[in-house]
């Protein structure tokens, strides 16, 4: 504890420091080291070619590009590599990877017959032609960017439109829309073509941020901050894999992002102002205006005695305005879109220590220095078209970060690790990447393959490096060398994410509704969860019950409210930016597991399809298995569970028992 508390006031005392000395001038356009340019990830990208092979079983080894630069790095390391995985292990693996879901009994049986030598390719090919493909990379993305259906802060009003940005996220991957144009429709969507509803709903990324809504006031100096600096620091971590919110009060400790160059980024978004497109027929928007203007009157003569009032008497005010704000309807459906005002773009100033009450020195818009020539001039925040440049520049195919985060981001969620360990962080604070070589070529390729995924799916999946098993016989040795797997000198081994495990136990009860997109689902939960929130009437359950089985990314994403058995197995608030999600292990995970009302519900319907489907306690205990691990019991695994059930012949509840069991296997939650 002593420690903790000397590291935080260090930390304060560097931010004070690094704020007093860094907001006295503007800092001059393009002046920096010959170290800070020099820097591995602001250098440009690499022509690095696939090392060539020199014996035999290398060459065989080599199925794709990426089996080249994995095997020269573990040569070189005194390594190499695991034997590969049994068919079976495989299926599962890429499956969950693509797909989020257990491969059928079926699926696995057919790849495990079939001898042709296009096997495997037919398998990744299917996959990723499939919606489920979108369903679980688009989930993926959706955490990178922290999409919630709700505002956050006390209040957490409900976005009940929100969903049309995960829908848009979805198709867009399914489509495999190249990247290039994903990033410019989300940040420039209605300036490419406000009539374009697609274009409007993506533009919707500037308005994911947790947003403060204290009684309705968003015009005064401190929200409009918040707002533009929500908009600015996602640039940073989404796209470009830095941390340039650490400018804000002051210059970048460590990389070489001046506090002018944050609010030079931020100059981008001055203009930026929120737009619904209200999608409801004039009878209901009519309906809407009489219950709202009333209550808004109401709400800004209230604001106008605030400001007068008394310490004593604001209190009374505030219960006032609390209770009005109660009263108010839920927002019209819409689209959550963006518009550029110019004539109300926002003022943008370095800050003292990023308070917006201490302006310094006004800025224009400009991307990062560091990534400039020098000298390169501001533009005016006015500027046509603002956030397209901005855009235009992320995606410039000579930004050496884009492509590198992106494809970096891709390797991460098949191997648990990315070549730089910190997905958002290409800055000195994070990881160094463990094989640059391997990292540029994949992002050339990317780039010349039109910035498209599929194909970059294609080339890792059909290596030789994912095809490896998760044990390998030099485990020790290879652990003293690089125990983070850095090298891939096997498959790491995964346990599911929380919205894996809750769709795996739906498919394996033969519940899962596999519904497309469409407004969010709100289950029945507990009414204490319900009272703790200010606003509790933003939760009503979804009345036709059928939607309850439908996939997770389905279900409300609501950042003061994560349903309990997500929060067990560490899904994240969506208040920032979570490019990797974490693999806590403690008792409440197996004690909702075990104990669960959900995984109690689902185990029943699991043992009700065994029961009808196979005759005998055997061929129940094999079709278990099989859903659930996506292989047959072992012998003992089959001994206990036949005993197990041989205790009471016929018994639902055994059945029921062995469900829930199956349920919380290792074999079951973990990928191999």
């Not at 693509?98 to 037919?122: C, M, N, Q």
């Not at 989404?238 to 460590?254: I, Y």
């Not at 459906?333 to 963006?338: D, G, Q």
């Not at 498919?507 to 407004?519: E, Q, T």
């Amino acid at each position: 504890m002593k420690q903790l508390i000397l590291v935080l006031v260090m930390a304060a005392s560097w931010c004070t420091a690094a704020g007093a000395a860094g907001n006295e001038k503007v800092a001059p356009l393009g002046t920096y080291k010959p170290g800070e340019r020099a820097y591995w990830a602001f250098q440009p990208r690499k022509n690095a070619a696939p090392p060539v092979m020199a014996t035999a079983a290398d060459k065989a080894w080599v199925k794709t590009p990426v089996d080249a630069f994995v095997l020269a790095g573990l040569k070189k390391n005194g390594l190499r590599p695991a034997p590969m995985a049994d068919r079976a292990t495989l299926i599962r693996r890429v499956t969950y990877d693509l797909h989020g879901l257990p491969p059928t009994p079926e699926e696995v049986d057919a790849f495990v017959k079939d001898t042709s030598p296009d096997a495997w390719e037919k398998v990744v090919d299917r996959l990723l032609g499939s919606p489920r493909y979108g369903e679980q990379w688009g989930r993926h993305w959706l955490d990178v960017v922290r999409f919630a259906e709700s505002d956050g802060y006390e209040y957490d009003t409900h976005r009940p439109d929100a969903y049309r940005f995960r829908d848009y996220v979805v198709a867009s991957f399914n489509e495999d829309k190249p990247y290039n144009q994903f990033v410019k429709e989300q940040l420039a969507g209605d300036e490419m073509d406000p009539g374009n509803e697609t274009y409007m709903v993506a533009s919707g990324f500037n308005r994911l941020g947790p947003l403060r809504k204290n009684a309705g006031n968003q015009n005064v100096a401190s929200s409009r901050n918040e707002v533009l600096t929500e908009m600015t620091n996602v640039v940073g971590a989404a796209f470009l894999g830095v941390t340039v919110g650490c400018a804000r009060c002051h210059d970048h400790k460590f990389d070489p992002f001046r506090q002018s160059d944050y609010y030079r980024l931020q100059g981008f978004f001055a203009q930026t102002q929120a737009n619904d497109l209200i999608r409801a027929s004039a009878a209901e928007q009519a309906a809407w205006k009489a219950q709202v203007e009333p209550l808004t009157a109401e709400m800004k003569q209230l604001q106008a005695e605030m400001r007068k009032a008394t310490e004593e008497e604001k209190g009374k005010i505030q219960a006032k305005l609390d209770a009005i704000d109660e009263k108010m309807p839920l927002p019209m459906t819409a689209i959550y879109a963006v518009k550029n005002v110019p004539a109300e773009a926002t003022p943008v100033h370095t800050l003292f220590k990023g308070d917006y009450l201490q302006p310094v020195e006004a800025v224009g818009a400009r991307p990062l220095g560091i990534l400039l020539p020098e000298g390169t001039p501001e533009e005016p925040i006015t500027t046509d078209h603002p956030r397209t440049k901005l855009a235009e520049w992320i995606v410039d195919e000579g930004n050496p970060l884009t492509s590198r985060v992106m494809v970096n981001r891709v390797w991460q969620f098949h191997f648990g690790r990315g070549i730089v360990s910190t997905g958002n962080d290409f800055g000195r604070m994070g990881g160094k990447p463990a094989n640059p070589e391997l990292l540029d070529y994949l992002a050339n390729e990317f780039v010349r393959g039109g910035w498209r995924m599929k194909p970059l799916h294609r080339m890792i999946l059909l290596s030789s490096a994912y095809g490896q098993a998760s044990e390998s016989p030099m485990e020790k040795v290879a652990m003293e060398k690089d125990a983070e797997n850095a090298l891939v000198w096997r498959f790491t081994r995964r346990r599911l994410e929380a919205e894996e495990i809750r769709d795996s136990m739906l498919a394996m009860a033969g519940r899962l509704n596999g519904k497309v997109g469409g407004p969010s689902v709100m289950v029945p939960i507990d009414p204490d969860l319900v009272k703790m929130l200010k606003r509790p009437q933003y939760w009503v359950a979804t009345k036709d019950k059928s939607e309850y089985d439908r996939r997770t990314l389905y279900m409300i994403y609501k950042r003061n409210l994560i349903l309990p058995f997500m929060g067990v197995f560490d899904a994240p608030d969506e208040q920032l930016s979570c490019p990797r999600r974490e693999e806590s292990t403690h008792a409440p995970q197996a004690l909702e597991l075990l104990n669960g009302q959900l995984s109690n519900g689902l185990a029943r319907f699991f043992a009700d399809r065994l029961r009808e489907t196979k005759a005998t306690d055997a061929e129940r205990v094999e079709l278990a298995w099989k859903l659930a691990t996506g292989r047959a019991p072992t012998a003992q695994e089959k001994r206990l569970a036949l005993g197990y059930l041989a205790e009471k012949p016929g018994d639902a509840l055994r059945l029921k028992e062995l469900a829930l069991d199956v349920m919380n296997l290792n074999s079951f939650l973990y990928v191999n």
